[in-house]
């Protein structure tokens, strides 16, 4: 089966840098995903690795160890507007399906 | 950019009551899929389409199905609605590269 840990909730400062953790065990890993979701809103998709190594897009950047079975996202130059949860999901399994993570709800603080 | 669409933001329905929720996307993708996203548990996959009149059980198939007739629309049928079945429903839509969801449904069933 599929399973996706990630801290439940994070704190950080406007103007500041913060990693989000995901730890996955998967059989047969087809890539993973990054996604923002407001309150009330449906997610958003940010990024998607396939390969190990680090992706940088703008202020967000996400991180593949698929020995490791670990990724992170990295957001820096943190806006109020990046209050949100992030969701980590996981495509692979014997349908080449997407799992979410619970995802972790970031607050940031002026 | 693509564009997944759903029937309604938010939707009241009654116990008992046959629901049908309508999806469609744009971008000529042969896979969709279908998620209820509830507080504490996360976005669960309950199905999901590789192609027209396929489909296939995700991970909390029970009191739901589905019809795929044209590959552009995937709908999710509620066959006789219930209390625990109120939730917010979100289709999504993946290429190669990424999934993308639509703006979701909120289903009340009173």
């Known amino acids: 089966g599929q399973n996706i840990d990630q801290p439940t909730e994070m704190t950080a400062t406007e103007g500041a840098i913060v990693q989000i953790n995901c730890t996955y065990q998967?059989?047969?890993?087809?890539?993973l995903f990054w996604y923002q979701q407001h309150a009330g809103e449906a997610p958003t998709f940010l990024s998607y690795?396939?390969?190990?190594g680090l992706e940088e897009k703008g202020r967000f950047s996400s991180f593949l160890s698929r020995s490791k079975g670990y990724s992170y996202l990295l957001l820096k130059e943190l806006q109020m507007k990046d209050s949100a949860s992030y969701l980590c999901a996981v495509r692979g399994g014997r349908d080449d399906k997407i799992i979410f993570g619970k995802g972790t709800r970031l607050h940031i603080l002026p | 950019d693509v564009k997944v669409t759903q029937s309604s933001r938010y939707l009241v329905k009654r116990t008992g009551e046959k629901v049908f929720l309508e999806c469609v996307q744009d971008m000529d993708h042969e896979n969709m899929f279908w998620y209820r996203q509830d507080p504490g548990l996360g976005l669960r996959l309950i199905y999901f389409s590789y192609d027209v009149k396929m489909k296939e059980k995700g991970d909390i198939p029970e009191g739901y199905s589905v019809s795929r007739e044209k590959k552009e629309r995937f709908s999710l049928i509620l066959e006789s609605a219930s209390t625990n079945q109120t939730s917010m429903y979100l289709c999504?839509?993946?290429?190669?590269?990424?999934?993308?969801f639509g703006p979701g449904t909120r289903l009340t069933v009173l």
């Open positions: 690795n396939v390969l190990d």
């Open positions: 999504a839509s993946r290429s190669r590269t990424g999934q993308f």
């Open positions: 998967t059989s047969g890993f087809n890539g």
